[in-house]
């Protein structure tokens, strides 16, 4: 599986959206694993991983501060185990009237460039939805649309994609959408959208070593796949934080 990114010319140099960083006090088996993950990723040619986990009204516990200390504490733990991929974090702010608030109120956990991910409900378009757009780009903030491919009022609405794109967003698929984590249908939308050069980058989506083994089966291991993807000219490489 040795460095499929870049053998297959997709050219992801950089993991922006994956669910790996540890709580801290949890389980020591999820921290060994997200070590593992961190050395898949470093096996396939990848030089930063960024870890993106959720901030939501229903998750109150991932706030700012929260995030940033066990970030710290999982560096150290990268260091002691000697792995040489960069870790980063950045948030997945969920589209609700907590994101509103957070805009007003405090600097976004953002990839360089100031661009934000944000995760859209997977059933219905958000009545507040182009006011938060509007009042990121006001701020100065890039949105990015993590995973359309899985929203099903959003994935073949060309108009709306337009609409968010002349906005001022761009577009990330999970990769392990398309290894059939979701359905079939995830998977047709993901293709669709690949092929309408719709998406700006990607990520894996993963939250485990099983899910990243199953795009290494599934997805970079699918020769039209692997054409799709590398079709797609993903400007992942811009988030590096690779170190000469």
């Known amino acids: ?5 870049s053998r297959n010319k997709i050219n992801i140099e950089v993991e922006m959206h994956c669910h790996i960083l540890p709580a801290i006090g949890c389980d020591p088996e999820f921290t060994n694993q997200a070590l593992d993950v961190l050395m898949i990723f470093q096996s396939y040619g990848v030089n930063t991983v960024y870890a993106t986990p959720h901030v939501r009204l229903t998750r109150p516990s991932n706030t700012h501060e929260s995030i940033l200390e066990r970030a710290e504490v999982f560096k150290k ?27 007003d109120s405090e600097n976004l956990l953002a990839y360089p460039q100031s661009h ?44 709306m994609i337009g609409d968010l794109k002349e906005q001022g967003c761009l577009f990330q698929i999970n990769l392990i959408n398309m290894a059939g984590y979701f359905g079939e249908d995830a998977i047709a939308a993901a293709e669709n959208l690949l092929r309408s050069k719709t998406y700006d980058f990607a990520g894996t989506g993963a939250h485990s070593r099983k899910q990243l083994q199953l795009i290494a089966e599934q997805v970079l291991q ?7 993807l590398r079709n797609a000219n993903f400007k992942n490489k811009m988030f590096s934080q690779k170190t000469s």
């Open 222 to 228: 699918n020769k039209d796949y692997v054409k799709l």
């Open 77 to 103: 733990q990268i260091a002691e185990n000697k792995i040489k991929v960069k870790l980063e974090v950045v948030a997945e702010y969920y589209v609700d009237e907590g994101l509103s608030r957070l805009i």
């Open 1 to 5: 599986m040795n460095n499929l990114f």
């Open 116 to 159: 934000v991910l944000v995760e859209l409900p997977l059933r219905s378009k958000p009545d507040n939805l182009d006011d938060i757009i509007k009042k990121l780009c006001a701020k100065g903030y890039k949105p990015v649309v993590a995973h359309p491919e899985l929203h099903h009022y959003l994935r073949y609405d060309w108009k």
